[in-house]
C-alpha cells in the first residue's frame, strides 16, 4: 500500500523514488537548468539592487561593492550544488554528503593562507574557487551514480516542448492557491 503524505503528518519527499531513471535524469536537467537561470536572475537583480542600497543606506560600505559583484559569481554555482545535493539524497547516497562537510571544514587552511597572502581579495577568491570546487566533486560523483546524472550544456540553450511542459506546470502549481 503506498503512503500518501498529508500537510502535517511528515515532510513531503523532496523527489519521489518511483519514478523510471529516464524520468529522474530528465527531472535533473530540468532542475540544473532552471535553478541556473534562477541564480543568474538573483544575481543580476542582487547586482542592480544591492549598488543602490549600499549607496542610500549604507555609504561606509560602497569600496565593499567590488568584493560584492565578484561573489555574485558564486549564486548560479551555488544553486547547481543545491540540486546536485538534493539528488544525492534521493538517490540515497547522503555519506557523500557527510563527506562534502568535512572537506569544507578542512579548506579552512588554504582560506587562511589565501586571507594572509591576498587580503580580502584571498578570501573572495577561495570563496568562488571553493564553491566551484564543491560542486564539481559532486557533480563528479553523481556521474558515477546510476543512471549516470549528466549535465548536458545544450539543454541550457534549447528551448523545447519538455520546457514549455515544465514552465506551464510550474506556472499552474505557484500561482494556483
Not at 500518501?4 to 530540468?30: C, G, H, N, W
Not at 549516470?148 to 520546457?163: A, N
Amino acid at each position: 500500500m503506498q503512503k500518501v503524505y498529508r500537510a502535517f503528518d511528515e515532510p513531503f519527499p523532496i523527489i519521489t523514488r518511483s519514478l523510471t531513471d529516464a524520468e529522474m535524469q530528465k527531472i535533473y536537467a530540468y532542475a540544473m537548468k532552471y535553478i541556473f537561470f534562477v541564480g543568474v536572475i538573483f544575481g543580476l537583480i542582487a547586482a542592480i539592487g544591492g549598488p543602490v542600497t549600499i549607496y542610500l543606506l549604507f555609504p561606509k560600505y560602497i569600496s565593499s561593492l567590488k568584493y560584492f559583484f565578484v561573489l555574485l559569481l558564486t549564486i548560479p554555482i551555488s544553486a547547481l550544488s543545491s540540486v546536485t545535493s538534493s539528488f544525492l539524497v534521493v538517490v540515497r547516497k547522503q555519506k557523500y554528503l557527510f563527506f562534502q562537510k568535512i572537506f569544507k571544514g578542512i579548506t579552512a587552511l588554504p582560506m587562511l593562507l589565501f586571507v594572509m597572502f591576498f587580503g580580502l581579495w584571498g578570501l573572495v577568491g577561495y570563496q568562488v574557487l571553493f564553491t566551484f570546487l564543491l560542486f564539481y566533486s559532486i557533480y563528479r560523483f553523481m556521474r558515477s551514480v546510476p543512471p549516470g546524472y549528466v549535465l548536458d550544456c545544450g539543454t541550457f540553450t534549447r528551448f523545447e516542448q519538455g520546457d514549455k511542459d515544465f514552465i506551464r506546470l510550474t506556472a499552474r502549481a505557484v500561482f494556483v492557491f
